[in-house]
């Protein structure tokens, strides 16, 4: 009864699981938005000059000062920057500023300058040892309408201006000079956006003052103090609808407001998803540590691309829903305060914000939520060919795929299987504790994980993150009388996937009939393996990795051996249940011993699992579908011999 209800209750969790996920296209946007963005800054790099000297000096600061001409969209600004030479005899500092933005004017240490091929060359008064500082400014305006897809975008909602920013990855330098780079956080920025005053302007950090001008305008003061990435700075402006809340800090004392900045035609769609905030901080800073930038804010506001961005505790939302609210937040600490040191290894960003949404449904539905997400994770099928590791990021639609998303969330999801919950848990808040403020790459994790660990790991990441492709497994078994109250369990585990190498995993056998069960736990690693158990009853069911921890395809294979009848006749017995949702049960009768093919296909004649190829020896054999990654719809039981093609329509409902 017990386990008939929980089928129900699995049942009923699918389907509301199904629903949620049909209204997830946000996902898609934000990687068709990143994806363009990337493809615009590659033709920008092939442009850049050999002799821009960016890595020559650190940046330590930015004061940012911007006005506008919003009818004209044009943009004016002053840029403070602060920094050091990261070499000796250093006489020019060399920023990226794009060819559309004209310098009006220099100062502090700068007394010349060029600008052309989107390199701004600064001549400085002095020659720099290294480690020793300089202070640059300047002041510009943008040439032209900058309505398109880069940088700063200039828009109205109902009639009400939206000026709002997105420099990921390399942007940033169209709105502002700097050194639009990874590798080089500033360790505080100043924003100051003057604005007419019925408008509202949201930026990083704390929002220290707002002055009031003379000329009917205003000006926002904003001030982060954490170090930021440059692609993370941002600005928001409109007629925002405001309100905040307070978050609480998991040490007891400490506070901090929960932001929003929402279009007025929003607000009843987008609070009872924003209004989630606190409570999905709450769970994250217990999983991972306290939310990183907890002395500032975290702040919510609308804008005018599709999906969002996590923008440094102003993340940019162009949509609601309650799992890009969790994605996004989860960057704060994964991607803003732990950025990936280069585009090879963003599943260190996008991964770990995509295992937060499943931490968030288990939070809500317990392990089979978490359970249900990672299947739905598990879809190849929308994935481009290689590994999780992006080893060519020549080509853009390598780095922003959805297996950086999915494979990056899976790779979490096993580690947490392989190493347990405490240790899984400590080795994300180490990471995190290290890497905070800076970069990191994959090789700085998998060192995380084995500390904590104390084994190696390089088996892991070999075939998980640099790797290709997954296990899929063939589990035939038999159960034999071993004496009065012992059976013997007989299990040969065989990995039929192809294009990929042999998988070394602990897998789980949970064997189980209508009142017992029972488990065991091995380390399987080859072609085919083979194990012995033995247990108190005859088992006529096993499932493999029943709590879905390994990233797989299964199928089962069960030859009965008991009675040792020999069938009259071939025969495809009706499957069951038909339709189904998590497995088939297929029967088939052999009198004599054939070369055969036991497959599903679907309704195109795509042969989608293969349950056994070969000598087929005499016999009744009892097999089960488990469909993973598979749409719902119409297949076909096919066993296919020289003479004999038996069929049967089986009916899958997720
Ligand atoms: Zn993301």
Not at 116 to 143: D, G, P
Not at 386 to 410: C, E, R
């Amino acid at each position: 009864m017990k386990r008939f209800l929980l089928t129900i209750i699995f049942l009923i969790s699918i389907t509301a699981f199904s629903l949620a996920q049909i209204s997830s296209d946000w996902i898609e946007q934000e990687i068709r938005t990143k994806t363009v963005w990337l493809e615009n800054q590659r033709a920008a790099l092939i442009q850049l000059p050999s002799y821009a000297n960016t890595n020559a000096y650190d940046v330590t600061y930015y004061t940012l000062d911007f006005r506008f001409d919003i009818a004209s969209s044009i943009l004016y600004g002053e840029v403070t920057i602060r920094g050091l030479a990261a070499e000796s005899n250093l006489q020019r500092i060399d920023l990226d500023m794009d060819d559309n933005l004209s310098v009006t004017s220099i100062g502090g240490d700068a007394f010349s300058y060029t600008h052309r091929n989107n390199i701004l060359s600064l001549q400085l008064n002095k020659i720099l040892n290294e480690n020793e500082t300089f202070n640059v400014s300047i002041t510009y305006s943008s040439l032209e309408k900058k309505n398109n897809d880069r940088g700063i975008y200039f828009q109205y909602h109902d009639s009400a201006p939206v000026i709002s920013t997105l420099s990921e990855p390399y942007y940033a330098h169209t709105w502002f000079p700097c050194k639009d780079r990874l590798g080089d956080k500033a360790d505080s920025v100043d924003i100051n956006i003057t604005v007419p005053s019925e408008l509202k302007a949201v930026s990083n950090g704390t929002l220290v003052r707002i002055i009031e001008n003379d000329d009917g305008t205003c000006t926002y003061c904003w001030q982060e103090r954490y170090p930021i990435a440059v692609y993370l700075i941002s600005l928001a402006i409109s007629d925002y609808t405001y309100w905040s809340e307070n978050y609480f800090g998991i040490d007891g004392f400490s506070s901090m407001p929960l932001e929003f900045w929402i279009y007025p035609d929003f607000d009843t769609i987008a609070r009872p998803f924003l209004n989630m905030t606190a409570d999905m901080m709450t769970h994250f800073a217990s999983l991972w540590g306290e939310y990183p930038f907890i002395k500032e804010k975290y702040g919510q506001v609308q804008f005018s691309w599709g999906g969002g961005m996590e923008h440094q505790t102003a993340t940019s939302l162009g949509s609601f829903s309650e799992m890009l609210i969790c994605h996004e937040l989860a960057h704060s600490w994964w991607g803003n305060d732990v950025t990936c040191a280069s585009w090879k290894h963003i599943w260190l960003n996008e991964g770990f914000a995509r295992y937060a949404e499943a931490l968030w449904r288990e939070k809500d539905e317990g392990t089979i939520g978490l359970k249900n997400y990672m299947t739905d994770l598990n879809r190849p099928s929308r994935w481009r060919a290689g590994s999780l590791y992006v080893q060519d990021t020549s080509d853009v639609n390598n780095i922003f795929n959805q297996i950086v998303y999915d494979k990056g969330a899976w790779v979490l999801h096993m580690l947490r299987g392989l190493t347990g919950y405490e240790k899984f848990f400590e080795i994300l808040k180490r990471y995190r504790q290290e890497y905070s403020g800076g970069f990191a790459t994959t090789a700085d994790f998998q060192k995380k994980c084995e500390e904590i660990y104390d084994q190696s790991l390089d088996w892991f990441f070999e075939q998980w993150v640099y790797g290709v492709g997954q296990p899929h497994y063939q589990v035939n078994w038999q159960a034999y009388r071993h004496s009065l109250n012992s059976w013997k369990l007989k299990v040969a585990i065989s990995q039929i996937q192809t294009g990929a190498t042999i998988f070394r995993m602990p897998l789980t056998l949970f064997f189980s009939d209508s009142l017992n069960d029972t488990t065991f736990i091995v380390t399987d690693s080859l072609a085919t393996q083979y194990f012995t158990f033995y247990c108190n009853f005859k088992p006529d069911s096993i499932a493999l990795d029943p709590d879905n921890w390994v990233l797989k395809n299964a199928t089962y294979f069960n030859f009965y051996s008991e009675p040792q009848t020999r069938p009259e006749e071939f025969r495809l017995h009706p499957s069951y249940p038909n339709p189904f949702n998590q497995w088939v049960n297929i029967k088939l009768d052999l009198p004599y011993d054939i070369p055969g093919r036991l497959a599903i296909y679907d309704l195109t004649g795509r042969e989608v699992a293969i349950l056994q190829d070969g000598l087929f020896k005499a016999g009744q054999y009892k097999t089960q579908w488990q469909p993973q990654g598979s749409a719902s719809g119409l297949y076909f039981v096919s066993f296919k011999a020289r003479y004999i093609h038996l069929r049967q329509k089986i009916v899958y409902l997720k």
